[in-house]
């Protein structure tokens, strides 16, 4: 069942986003050698289940690089962080200081690994956020790396149930490249009717 999202509801939720958003950049920033502007120019609220045709239209064959952060608490859920094959490479090579190549295998665990790091750092920042803003404990497991492609992407987003979807246009730039991604929070339906009982009785 669809849920409205007024505008006031949508800025309210965007704002804790980017206050998260904030503190990862900040955390990046004391762990890399160049500095990393990070922002997230557009949020949508959503359904997974009708974005089928949108991830395909999106990323078409692209083969897409991830990080799954699952969390429980106050809140039950998932958040993963997004990238195409090209776009991840870039951004691993600009932060490790590796050259990638899309597909050399040897290279993979770099990638892995430094993706995966990048992920729990952001989306640590934006939860942990939500469990500030919440005064409650957010539990977070290990994040896990994964590759799919767009027609698994739904799938991969809904393992852990819930349908209603946060999505995060990110952007990232360091040395003078610009990579762009999405962070992904879905919400458990009850997890997301909290969030927007909150909201809306803080107007």
Not at 27 to 50: F, R
Not at 136 to 151: H, L, Q, R, T, V
Not at 153 to 182: N, W
């Given at each position: 069942?669809?849920?409205?999202?007024?505008?006031?509801?949508?800025?309210?939720?965007?704002?804790?986003?980017?206050?998260?958003?904030?503190?990862?950049?900040?955390?990046?920033?004391?762990?890399?050698?160049?500095?990393?502007?990070?922002?997230?120019?557009?949020?949508?609220?959503?359904?997974?289940?009708?974005?089928q045709g949108h991830f395909?239209?999106?990323?078409?064959?692209?083969?897409?690089?991830?990080?799954?952060?699952?969390?429980?608490g106050i809140f039950t859920?998932?958040?993963?962080?997004?990238?195409?094959?090209?776009?991840?490479?870039?951004?691993?090579?600009?932060?490790s200081g590796q050259d990638?190549?899309?597909?050399?295998?040897?290279?993979?665990?770099?990638?892995?690994?430094?993706?995966?790091?990048?992920?729990?750092?952001?989306?640590?920042?934006?939860?942990?956020?939500?469990?500030?803003?919440?005064?409650?404990?957010?539990?977070?497991?290990?994040?896990?790396?994964?590759?799919?492609?767009?027609?698994?992407?739904?799938?991969?987003?809904?393992?852990?149930?819930?349908?209603?979807?946060?999505?995060?246009?990110?952007?990232?730039?360091?040395?003078?490249?610009?990579?762009?991604?999405?962070?992904?929070?879905?919400?458990?339906?009850?997890?997301?009717?909290?969030?927007?009982?909150?909201?809306?009785?803080?107007?």
């Amino acid at each position: 069942m669809s849920k409205h999202i007024s505008e006031l509801e949508l800025d309210a939720i965007t704002e804790i986003i980017n206050i998260g958003v904030g503190k990862g950049a900040a955390m990046l920033n004391d762990i890399t050698e160049y500095p990393i502007e990070l922002s997230i120019p557009e949020i949508l609220v959503s359904q997974i289940s009708d974005l089928q045709g949108h991830f395909l239209r999106k990323f078409n064959d692209k083969r897409l690089c991830g990080v799954k952060l699952k969390f429980t608490g106050i809140f039950t859920g998932s958040a993963d962080i997004v990238f195409d094959a090209r776009s991840a490479n870039g951004l691993v090579s600009a932060v490790s200081g590796q050259d990638l190549v899309e597909d050399e295998e040897d290279l993979d665990g770099i990638k892995a690994s430094t993706l995966s790091e990048i992920g729990n750092i952001v989306l640590n920042g934006i939860m942990g956020t939500f469990g500030n803003i919440f005064t409650k404990e957010i539990s977070f497991m290990i994040p896990s790396y994964f590759e799919c492609d767009a027609n698994a992407l739904p799938e991969q987003l809904s393992q852990y149930g819930g349908d209603m979807l946060i999505t995060c246009k990110t952007h990232f730039k360091i040395r003078k490249l610009a990579v762009s991604g999405d962070i992904f929070i879905v919400f458990a339906d009850e997890s997301f009717d909290f969030l927007l009982n909150f909201v809306r009785s803080s107007d």
